[in-house]
């Protein structure tokens, strides 16, 4: 399933809800990565032209922040933590693992599952820990990992 891309009359919208206000532009992002899961390039002209921004300006913002997508996410979203608590805690070998079992790299889709990383679920206690749409799990081993993915999969 690919996400939807967000309409002019719908960006349009949003902005207008945040006032227009360039500074509000973090925000406006926001609300429309939850609306579609991603910024589309035609999005990222209009905000500049609406907000009387730099399409540099942005595409800056759309870029540095690892939550705001340039590609349509898949039906599940799977975020691994990269943090030092988690890497202490076989965090990069589940990464590795992860990308072998899904076939994806980080910040790609295969089969409807993105992959992505992340740098603090705020759950160092139990780490490594997982993000799979919008749920963390701790303590995830390699066949753990295996069984919450087998769990969404199976769902479609």
């Excluded at 002019?8 to 992002?29: A, D, H, W, Y």
């Excluded at 990992?145 to 479609?156: C, H, T, W």
């Amino acid at each position: 399933m690919v996400a939807p891309r967000i309409d002019r009359e719908t960006t349009n919208e949003i902005v207008r809800q945040f006032g227009s206000k360039p500074e509000m532009l973090v925000q406006i992002l926001q609300a429309i990565v939850m609306r579609s899961g991603w910024v589309s390039e035609e999005t990222i002209r209009q905000l500049a032209d609406e907000l009387n921004l730099s399409r540099a300006d942005v595409f800056g913002v759309v870029t540095y922040y690892h939550d705001f997508r340039r590609e349509p996410p898949g039906e599940h979203i799977v975020k691994i933590c990269q943090a030092e608590a988690c890497q202490a805690m076989g965090g990069r070998e589940l990464t590795d693992h992860a990308r072998r079992s899904l076939g994806a790299g980080l910040h790609e889709t295969k089969d409807d599952v993105t992959l992505e990383p992340v740098y603090c679920l705020g759950n160092c206690a139990c780490a490594p820990a997982v993000m799979i749409d919008g749920k963390t799990h701790g303590r995830v081993t390699q066949l753990r990992f295996d069984e919450l993915v087998g769990a969404i999969k199976e769902r479609r």
